[in-house]
């Protein structure tokens, strides 16, 4: 009695367009062995793609084979597309069977080895799949080509982006946050001109944008950002075109940090340094001489020590880091006035349920419909599959399809609620991280905190104990108030 090993497969993609199926392909195979009065030692059931032999449940296959290499044995499959789609592999794996005395076999398309002309059947056989999977291939990518070249993005969307399906099955990316505003503040800081890519990808990921040394330099890169989409013409050349996708940032900016990145700059960072931490310097004024200060560090024996000190003959010097703390200090006991947060709620208020609150409402009310619709759609398919109306493949892809249809709406439902929810925190003008405005100075730029210091600068400053005033101008003044005055 013969005795032989099945081995069925199947991929995604392959059961969708032709209708395949695993129980299927083992059903006729078994029937085929009790016809023929064929034993069946196992069945390996594998749901994988045939480019190469790197499949799980053929490498447990081979294992057996190899285990008892003085039988004859043979291994059943439907067609030659089941085995391989690749020729050269083919012709690889077949050797090394024959080398431990087994044969490949498709009863669809018998092959008798014996006859010499029957080997160029199998080289047709094991031809066809491998032309279709590079015609599949080459039509996915002119597919590709032409959605790109009508704007849309349909490869996985960058970081910032989140990949969604049109009412029409049109693959589209739109904006996800925080992400999407992390990116175009870290864009901001490149444009600056003052901190290097990697430091500016630091401060980034301390935001939350968590990404390689790598992807952020192929990141700030990537012309989709402002709106684009990059195309290589069928002769290579590449170019891009307007998106439909809503933009991160602007073609201005993005062209000005392409300019910054690409130019060979000197290293800044010993003035960077002095910069961050002499942010009062040009700003203070000496006791004695009512000269400008200026700020440099002193060498002691185990580290550096930062001073503010005047170049005149007086030999002023002051620490540099009570100072900024001291200001710090006194900066941080303004807050907004009553009247300057009853305007901003105000205005927010109206710009959040007149303009974006509406439209996001809307949007999410349009989400849920359409859920409500996929499990409708769902549930009607189950009735007719119970009621043998609707075939086991037909409804096992339906049924794929609709998961992933609702798949896609719930994350474009979270991403709408998170949305949402962010309107409704910034609603919350009373809370102490708004009001105490300036609490997060130390984490400011350097460029902002010397800004924030040039519009309040400290007056009257007393430099032993570190007593100062800060003198507001017209307009801060009816904006701004110190807690003492806010609780009166």
């Known amino acids: ?14 059961q969708k367009r032709k209708g395949y199926s695993l129980p299927e392909q083992e059903d006729r195979l078994l029937k085929y062995c009790r016809y023929n009065n064929i034993e069946v030692k196992g069945i390996y059931r594998e749901d994988f793609s045939a ?3 790197n499949r799980p449940e053929w490498k447990k296959l081979f294992l057996v084979i190899k285990s008892i290499p003085k039988e004859d044995k043979n291994i059943l499959f439907i067609k030659w597309d089941r085995f391989s789609r690749n020729v050269e592999y083919a012709y690889e794996m077949i050797g090394m069977l024959r080398k431990y005395r087994t044969t490949a076999m498709a009863i669809d398309q018998p092959i008798d080895f014996s006859v010499p002309e029957s080997t160029v059947m199998l080289a047709v056989y094991l ?47 739109a904006l996800k946050q925080p992400e999407a505003g992390i990116i175009r503040w870290a864009f901001l800081q490149l444009a600056k001109n003052i901190h ?3 430091e500016v990808r630091k401060r980034a990921d301390d935001r939350g944008l968590k990404c390689s040394r790598s ?48 130019t060979k700059r000197k290293v800044t960072s010993k003035r960077d340094d002095l910069k961050a931490t002499f942010f009062l310097r040009g700003i203070l004024v000496c006791p004695l001489c009512d000269r400008k200060l200026c700020g440099s560090f002193s060498r002691g024996s185990t580290k550096r020590y930062p001073y503010y000190h005047c170049e005149g003959k007086c030999k002023t010097r002051i ?7 001291c200001y710090e200090r006194k900066l941080q006991q303004l807050m907004l006035s009553s009247g300057a947060m009853d305007l901003f709620k105000s205005i927010l208020e109206d710009w959040n ?46 049924k794929r399809e609709c998961h992933s249809d609702t798949k896609c709406l719930k994350k474009e439902l979270n991403d709408i609620d998170g ?28 460029t902002d905190r010397k800004h924030l210091v040039n519009l309040i600068p400290p007056r009257k400053v007393n430099f032993k104990t570190g007593d100062m005033s800060l003198e507001l101008h017209n307009g801060l003044s009816k904006i701004l108030s110190t807690k003492r005055q806010a609780k009166k």
């Open 1 to 14: 009695m013969k005795t032989a090993y099945l081995y069925v497969r199947v991929s995604t993609d392959e």
């Open 419 to 446: 949305k949402l929810r962010s309107i409704d925190q910034q609603s919350q003008l009373y809370s102490r991280s708004f009001v105490n405005i300036f609490q997060r100075f130390s984490s400011l730029d350097t």
């Open 319 to 325: 620490n540099a880091f009570f100072l900024n703390e």
């Open 196 to 198: 290097t890519i990697e």
């Open 353 to 398: 349920t007149g303009t974006q609150k509406a439209v996001y409402l809307q949007n999410r009310n349009r989400v849920i419909a359409k859920l409500s619709e996929q499990e409708s759609i769902l549930s009607q398919a189950r009735k007719l599959f119970v009621a043998d109306v609707l075939k086991t493949d037909d409804y096992s892809a339906l």
């Open 51 to 53: 480019k190469n032999f």
């Open 215 to 262: 992807y952020f330099f192929r990141l700030i890169r990537n012309p989709a950002y402002c709106g684009l989409v990059p195309i290589k013409s069928e002769s290579g050349e590449p170019y891009t075109v307007k998106g439909i996708h809503e933009p991160i940032v602007s073609e201005t900016l993005f062209h000005e940090v392409q300019n910054i990145i690409n």
């Open 127 to 173: 031809s066809v799949p491998e032309a279709e999977n590079s015609r599949r291939a080459l039509n996915t990518a002119n597919g590709m080509r032409r959605a790109k070249q009508m704007g849309r993005y349909p490869s996985k969307a960058p970081l910032g982006f989140i990949n969604l399906t049109t009412v029409d099955g049109k693959k589209i990316i």
